[in-house]
T-cell receptor, first 113, second 110 residues
């Protein structure tokens, strides 16, 4: 089974802290994604990566950065957490190609206080 | 711009059929997907349809695609309480772009 694992299910951080969300996939997928999920807004793409050390901005990259030093690992970094970044964060991965199912991690619910 | 819209809530009685609707704007999508999200979990793929198909059936699930109207629907026959979840439609554009809808929360009443 494809597995996408996010390092934490729940996180509580203080405003201004630097926050790292880690994601690991075990299927040698080229593409990895970070989304945030908010009620009524669905999933919004923050960043994605199609190869090691490659990254592309999604729809809402402000306040976030990413790192992909190894193919299996994609990290989301909140440089200085703010309360409006309280959300559910979902990592996903997929192979390259046109019909590629995206496989999701279980999500990290981040609360910034 | 690219947009995928769904109604936010749907409530049905156990044993009835559920129909979840989705409209999208980008006609270049190659595949369209339905994902299910159970409480506290990530998204899991339920089914998908290629953009040149009209219909796909998979056990209790029927997907209908009207490409002219850019309308996608998911019908769940004999809906059970275990079907209560949030359902997302999504379209894939190119090799690594997905556009997700807002999600429809399905509540199944016993």
């Amino acid at each position: 089974d494809v597995k996408v694992t996010q390092s934490s299910r729940y996180l509580v951080k203080r405003t201004g802290e630097k926050v790292f969300l880690e994601c690991v996939q075990d299927m040698d997928h080229e593409n990895m994604f970070w989304y945030r999920q908010d009620p009524g807004l669905g999933l919004r793409l923050i960043y994605f990566s199609y190869d090691v050390k490659m990254k592309e901005k999604g729809d809402i990259p402000e306040g976030y950065s990413v790192s992909r030093e190894k193919k299996e690992r994609f990290s989301l970094i909140l440089e200085s957490a703010s309360t409006n970044q309280t959300s559910m964060y979902l990592c996903a991965s997929s192979t390259g190609g046109t019909n590629t199912e995206a496989f999701f991690g279980q999500g990290t619910r981040l609360t910034v206080v | 711009g690219e947009d995928v819209e769904q109604s936010l809530f749907l409530s049905v009685r156990e044993g009835d059929s559920s129909v979840i609707n989705c409209t999208y704007t980008d006609s270049s999508s190659t595949y369209l997907y339905w994902y299910k999200q159970e409480p506290g979990a990530g998204l899991q793929l339920l089914t998908y349809i290629f953009s040149n198909m009209d219909m796909k059936q998979d056990q209790r699930l029927t997907v209908l695609l009207n490409k002219k109207d850019k309308h996608l629907s998911l019908r769940i026959a004999d809906t059970q309480t275990g079907d209560s979840a949030i359902y997302f439609c999504a379209e894939s554009i190119g090799t690594y772009k997905y556009i997700f809808g807002t999600g429809t929360r399905l509540k199944v009443l016993a």
